[in-house]
């Protein structure tokens, strides 16, 4: 006797569509979807799940060891190099393009209870990054120069060096980097004017190219009352440290 049947719903065990799709590429839908622009130097931690930057670094491990091999390194049998492609991977996921992954650093903000209105200037605070050009080190130095007012948010010192590790925590140009900073601090902080010098060394000429290892790039920044007035400005870079 033939026994009815009843229609039979998907296994639990049977997996999901996107099993075997790349991280990365799920991670590039969601910011496709969302019109969201995912350049070298841009935040994109809002589009990553929790695991996902795991997986990411396992991911970027394999393709790292496909290079290696298109170089002819023998990582099976060299000693030197056989874990390489993961350091390599950990290194840019999580330690030198971290600030692409993972959201903003929480800052406290006070109020300016003392309504201090006089230029205060933090710095040297060393940065580290990379050019977005060849992946070489950028590394030099910043000073934030702050003229607050009587509305401005007051953060720790400390909290200046955290912000600018997390814009220069990303493959970038000086140019560009300089600006996104002044931009978060400007937001942070509200204050009448601010005032950023950056001068770094660039291993992209020094390391390769031209192999110039004196040359350093000084860009800066002027905003609000460092930008209209003349004075604050020569004020500003005189009390900077060997850059007057």
């Not at 999901?16 to 991670?27: E, F, M, N, Q």
């Not at 130097?41 to 790292?64: C, R, S, T, W, Y």
């Not at 290079?67 to 049998?77: A, G, K, P, W, Y």
């Not at 590790?165 to 996104?180: L, N, S």
Request: glycine share 6%; aromatic share 6%; hydrophobic share 40%.
């Amino acid at each position: 006797m033939l026994m009815p049947t009843t229609p039979t719903s998907p296994s639990a065990k049977e997996p999901p569509d996107d099993v075997g799709t790349p991280v990365s590429l799920k991670i590039r839908e969601r910011l496709l979807a969302a019109k969201k622009r995912f350049h070298s130097n841009d935040n994109i931690a809002d589009f990553i799940q929790p695991g996902e930057l795991d997986k990411l670094l396992d991911e970027v491990a394999g393709h790292m060891k496909g290079v290696l091999n298109s170089m002819v390194i023998d990582t099976e049998h060299d000693h030197n190099t056989g874990d390489t492609a993961r350091r390599v991977a950990k290194m840019y996921i999580n330690e030198v393009f971290n600030g692409r992954y993972v959201k903003a650093p929480s800052i406290t903000e006070f109020p300016n209870a003392e309504h201090l209105n006089e230029l205060m200037i933090v710095g040297p605070i060393t940065v580290r990054s990379a050019c977005s050009h060849h992946f070489c080190p950028v590394i030099g130095k910043v000073w934030i120069g702050i003229l607050p007012n009587e509305h401005t948010n007051v953060i720790g010192l400390s909290k200046y060096a955290r912000l600018a590790e997390w814009v220069m925590g990303r493959p970038q140009i000086q140019e560009e980097a300089v600006i996104q900073l002044a931009d978060l601090i400007m937001e942070k902080t509200q204050p009448d004017g601010l005032a950023l010098v950056m001068e770094a060394s660039h291993y992209c000429m020094a390391w390769r190219g031209v192999k110039d290892m004196d040359s350093k790039m000084i860009n800066s920044v002027m905003r609000g009352a460092f930008l209209k007035d003349a004075n604050l400005r020569r004020e500003f870079l005189a009390l900077i440290p060997g850059r007057a």
